[in-house]
């Protein structure tokens, strides 16, 4: 027996209204549901009766029972501008703010002036034809796989795609485009070889059966050396529609990136149809964007597999709001000047070392991510700690993501909101020192 006089310690197991008030129990509530917590309390309570737990530990038992709030918000010190992993394009206050309002009952399909049924999202079609007049129409979907899988659908199913060997791409998690693209029923004739093809090749492909021209921005690797490729604008001579799929979701050209395919361009160059998605460059909400001639996207419009893609009014929100106002989160961290960068980095260095912890401003390289724009690199900087910070970092809250370099822990700052400089400072205190 354990406990004061000899007591049974069952008796010091903490009341269920008693833990349902602690603080903590109390904010999960409102987080999880009363039904959940109250099971949680519960299974805690039985375990110290069985006396596997002290009494003191129940309230800690029950919250750890808990499942961690999901998803959880992370600050991205990686020095990756599009990481996919969090998520890719953080969202601008104003699409946030959009989103916030099309939470409850908005007029997505309502014309409020006339009481009448109106077009879907018309918001963020208008805001993106807008900003890519060359477009005749517009569309969205809810991701860019999706509108490469209904043009193939609505244009080529049950006829053949022509596309060069070498843009056979694989777009993660072990999808490939050719199978992708096969689902629809259309038949893929690849044309060149991995590392040339020439607009030959693609003409002596062309016959009756022919859907339209695939032209795919190869966005997540680079080949080099002996190579060729063809442009949309050879391409729009064969006679038949092209699709471009240009991937990363540029509207019109960026310095920064001049290899990067943009919306606009690739439309003028002679593209019957782009698509793009909309969280990576555009820096907005996971949309499938399309844009061209006017007859095929009503055509695709019009497809009854449109309907299954469809975008939430919360989407479509973020959507409008970010092309209506381009000065996202990703473009700030794309042209984040490197001399800021450094000085940011070395004033949060300094605060640090005030507090007794030690680190380095070193020399970085950031990218770009999310399928965009590979083989660039962003000049940078990092604080540098010991790798052992890697994980409590991650591990807390708010979570802290770097990268590990040569055994050195890298927080790049580029993609962390100044504001936001205070809490990587309290973060990195929290890590235990060396003892």
Same mark, same amino acid.
């Given at each position: 027996?354990?406990? &004061?006089? %000899? $007591? ?11 833990? *349902? @008030?602690?603080? !903590? #129990? +109390? /904010? ?105 007049? &060359?477009? %005749? $129409? ?11 899988? *209904? @043009?193939?659908? !609505? #244009? +080529? /199913? ?128 996971? /949309? ?148």
């Amino acid at each position: 027996m354990t406990g &004061d006089g %000899g $007591a049974d310690p069952r008796r010091r197991v903490p009341r269920t209204d008693a833990l *349902l @008030a602690d603080p !903590a #129990l +109390a /904010a999960a509530t409102g987080t999880f549901g009363r039904d959940r917590v109250m099971a949680a309390v519960r299974r805690a309570q039985e375990r110290a009766r069985r006396g596997e737990l002290s009494p003191d530990e129940v309230r800690d038992a029950a919250l750890a029972a808990l499942p961690a709030a999901a998803p959880r918000a992370v600050l991205n010190a990686t020095g990756v501008v599009l990481h996919t992993n969090l998520g890719r394009a953080a969202l601008s206050p104003a699409a946030l703010a959009a989103v916030i309002a099309a939470a409850g009952h908005t007029d997505v399909e309502l014309d409020l002036r006339t009481g009448r049924r109106a077009r879907r999202g018309r918001d963020a079609l208008d805001a993106l034809a807008a900003a890519v007049p &060359d477009a %005749g $129409a517009v569309h969205v979907v809810n991701n860019g796989a999706a509108a490469l899988v *209904l @043009a193939a659908t !609505a #244009l +080529a /199913a049950g006829g053949e795609i022509v596309v060069s060997r070498g843009e056979l791409v694989e777009i993660g998690d072990g999808f490939r485009l050719p199978d992708l693209l096969e689902s629809t029923g259309a038949r893929l004739r690849e044309v060149g070889t991995t590392n040339r093809t020439t607009l030959a090749d693609y003409a002596a492909a062309i016959g009756p059966r022919t859907g339209f021209v695939l032209k795919v921005h190869p966005s997540n690797f680079q080949v080099t050396g002996f190579t060729s490729a063809v442009p949309v604008r050879a391409l729009a001579t064969l006679g038949v529609p092209v699709v471009a799929d240009i991937g990363s979701g540029l509207l019109a050209p960026d310095p920064l990136l001049p290899d990067e395919p943009d919306a606009a361009s690739t439309l003028r160059a002679g593209a019957a149809l782009v698509t793009a998605s909309g969280d990576k460059l555009l820096g907005g909400p996971q /949309a499938g964007l399309l844009l061209g001639a006017a007859d095929l996207v009503e055509r695709l419009r019009r497809h009854p597999l449109a309907r299954a893609l469809r975008v939430d009014k919360l989407t479509l929100a973020a959507l409008a709001a970010t092309v209506g106002d381009p000065d996202t989160p990703t473009r700030a961290a794309l042209h984040a000047d490197a001399g800021a960068l450094r000085e940011r980095t070395e004033r949060l260095r300094d605060r640090l070392a005030a507090d007794g912890c030690k680190a380095e401003v070193v020399p970085a390289a950031a990218v770009v991510g999310g399928g965009g724009a590979p083989g660039v690199e962003l000049d940078s900087w990092a604080l540098s700690l010991p790798e052992r910070y890697a994980e409590p970092l991650r591990t807390g809250d708010p979570p802290v993501l770097g990268r590990v370099v040569r055994g050195r822990l890298l927080l790049d700052l580029r993609c962390v909101p100044a504001d936001a400089d205070d809490a990587v400072r309290a973060a990195v205190l929290r890590v235990p020192g060396d003892g």
